[in-house]
């Protein structure tokens, strides 16, 4: 059983309670046990938290672990303790590993290693088509008895409307979640970057923004035929913000995503052939940018997740033609996202921790983002007043691959809780 801890003094910002101030937490037997000015009980350890800000710890809704079958990239260990680095306590992982969990049988070798070595809370989603080939569905039934609770053919769309709105429909009728990576194969096949002046500059094929706004716009029409519950990851165009809104407005019970390195860089960022620069969806316009952050900011996208996707060095040293898609991000989303949006202006403190703690976790219906008294103490301390240059050398992932190397950021976790036990510290 975790022992008693008394965090003493930190500004707490709780979006589920609204609680925002100088306050005393207190954690017994892995809970919340109270919240408020001057709490004198005794505790096993008393963390000092003067000057530093108490979040629910951070629910991540997008994260590749690479395990089991690409482990040399990373695995759950290294994945878990990265994201742990960064405040997160609860992550879902997605099911495009090597084979694809696709089965109760593969999804219980990720929850038996999470619940042996993992510090963390970890989630698997379930492919929605068998070996993720877009041709027959997995059990849906059988894996929601099982405790899946969420459905997702991340890396690609389910391609046949056919089949994904029969999809759709088993998935509604087992209450469980879909996580729709939104790409029109047939409009991206080749491209590499964003089709914009700087794919041209860069003589590089480019991947049109319709690639994702036409499944997108496909995906919530099904959503609001099926009833199922929409999410949708990484969205990265301006009109993918007006397709979730037009969705909310008509009914459909969707919701939408955004990661830290589509609000913060563009196209035009990219340097040359730095496949470091290289995800997927791309990076997109300056207009872009501006609408994901209003989208934020007036609710319209409820999540910041980070589609935390770590290759090796060999592997993206190839080029943008040749790279494998995608970046690491568990390590950097908060300090990017408080550095780019909260002293940014564009969102409160508060906002903040609905985006990236109480939200994701109310989508996922999982226990967290809260630190109302009763609740699974998961929490992240953080020094938003930190100035630190990310450094990939430094990471604890095994993965380097992150266009923000040499940024300088503000924010950085200096406890992370999870279950009532310090799982990552950075003073004694």
């Not at 303790?81 to 070798?109: F, H, K, Q």
């Not at 995906?219 to 009833?227: F, Q, R």
């Not at 830290?260 to 290289?278: C, E, R």
């Amino acid at each position: 059983m975790a022992g008693s801890i008394l965090i003493r003094g930190g500004y707490i910002v709780d979006p589920d309670s609204g609680t925002e101030g100088v306050r005393d937490l207190y954690i017994e037997n892995g809970l919340v046990a109270g919240v408020s000015a001057g709490i004198t009980k005794e505790a096993d350890t008393v963390l000092d938290a003067s000057g530093l800000t108490v979040f629910p710890g951070l629910v991540d809704l997008h994260v590749h672990l690479r395990d089991p079958g690409q482990t040399h990239k990373e695995d759950l260990i290294s994945g878990t303790e990265a994201a742990a680095r960064g405040g997160v306590t609860t992550l879902l992982a997605m099911p495009n590993t090597v084979p694809p969990m696709d089965s109760i049988a593969r999804i219980d070798y990720v929850r038996n290693k999470a619940k042996a070595m993992s510090r963390i809370h970890v989630y698997q989603a379930s492919a929605i088509t068998c070996m993720m080939q877009g041709a027959e569905l997995v059990d849906i039934e059988g894996l929601a008895s099982s405790g899946i609770r969420a459905w997702s053919e991340d890396g690609k769309s389910v391609m046949n409307p056919f089949l994904m709105r029969e999809a759709m429909q088993r998935i509604a009728r087992v209450d469980g979640l879909i996580c729709d990576h939104c790409e029109d194969s047939d409009l991206a096949r080749g491209g590499v970057m964003n089709d914009d002046d700087a794919a041209a500059r860069l003589h590089l094929p480019g991947i049109p923004s319709s690639t994702e706004d036409i499944i997108a716009a496909r995906d919530v029409l099904l959503a609001m035929e099926t009833g199922v519950r929409l999410h949708l990851c990484h969205c990265s165009t301006a009109n993918s913000v007006k397709i979730v809104s037009l969705g909310k407005e008509s009914g459909a019970r969707v919701s939408a995503e955004v990661c830290p390195h589509h609000f913060v860089l563009t196209s035009d960022d990219i340097p040359g052939d730095d496949a470091n620069y290289k995800m997927n969806p791309p990076l997109r316009t300056s207009a872009d940018v501006e609408a994901l952050k209003e989208g934020l900011a007036n609710g319209t996208i409820e999540c910041i997740s980070t589609d935390h996707a770590p290759h090796s060095e060999e592997e993206k040293s190839q080029g943008f033609r040749r790279s494998p898609f995608g970046i690491v991000g568990l390590e950097t989303s908060a300090a990017l996202t408080y550095t780019e949006l909260v002293k940014g202006g564009v969102l409160t403190l508060m906002q903040m921790a609905e985006k990236m703690s109480r939200n994701p976790a109310r989508i996922l219906g999982v226990p967290g983002g809260s630190l109302k008294e009763g609740m699974p103490a998961d929490i992240a301390v953080f020094d938003f007043e930190y100035p630190w240059r990310i450094d990939p050398r430094q990471f604890v992932s095994r993965g380097r691959n992150t266009p923000f190397a040499g940024r300088e950021v503000y924010g950085a976790a200096v406890y992370t809780i999870s279950g009532g036990q310090i799982v990552y510290r950075i003073r004694p």
